[in-house]
């Protein structure tokens, strides 16, 4: 899928989202329990961005644990944005926010930031320079030794532990009584515009992309957490 054809997939699962979501919500609680602890050192003040931030879901749990930061929510699809907005309005801490409807390259005018998160985000890039180059561009956004807490979904496809895990899933998403034909439908799907890599790799890419050596913090099922510094 390419960029157009991603927000517009995003664009038509906007409404709905965190609802379906739920059904896998303990797969990522953890990652948010951990985001609280990981970025508890920052100031006072902090300014988080928010990289794909979808409908607001981690902006949310952090903005009810730290009155003060502030957040830079930047999601390409408007659908996803316009719920997280509202999301903000209604939880009462939309005047903490900037919303950027786009990519982070086209954002303009940022103070480097103390922290980032970007979950579920960076394995829509099937072409590993590309991904690179993503982080690269979140580096750019960050104070020196600022923190990216990352997620995605992580497994070396075609090993045991994947073909294991992703039967996991299809159960956790589907209920008990999965056909092999859906874990073959949600496969296929992944293989076209997922690109799932094993975690060692993931972490040379964050490396690259101007970080310190990434710390895996999180495995749930498929999916994995990483926390680095920029450099
Ligand atoms: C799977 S959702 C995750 C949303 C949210 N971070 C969460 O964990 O609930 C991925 C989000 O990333 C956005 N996205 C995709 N490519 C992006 C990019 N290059 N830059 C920023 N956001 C992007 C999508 O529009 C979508 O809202």
Redesign the pocket.
Known sequence: MN?DE??EA?DQQATGYEER?MKLAPV?EGIYFQLQWVFSGLPDNARIL??????G??ISYLAKRFPNWRFIA????GG?LDICRKRAEQEGFSSRCVFHEG??DSLSGLEPCDGA?C???SQ??LDKEDRVS?FQSIAKSLKPGGILVSSDLSEMVGSNEYSTLINLWAKMLHGSNVSSDTVDKIHSAWLKDVAILPPEEIKHLIHRGGFELAVQTYQACLVRAWVARRL
């Open positions: 960029q991603l927000k995003f979501q990522y928010c990289v794909g931030s979808g409908v879901t981690e930047v999601e390409p699809s996803m990519y982070l998160t979950l579920m985000v829509f890039f993503f």
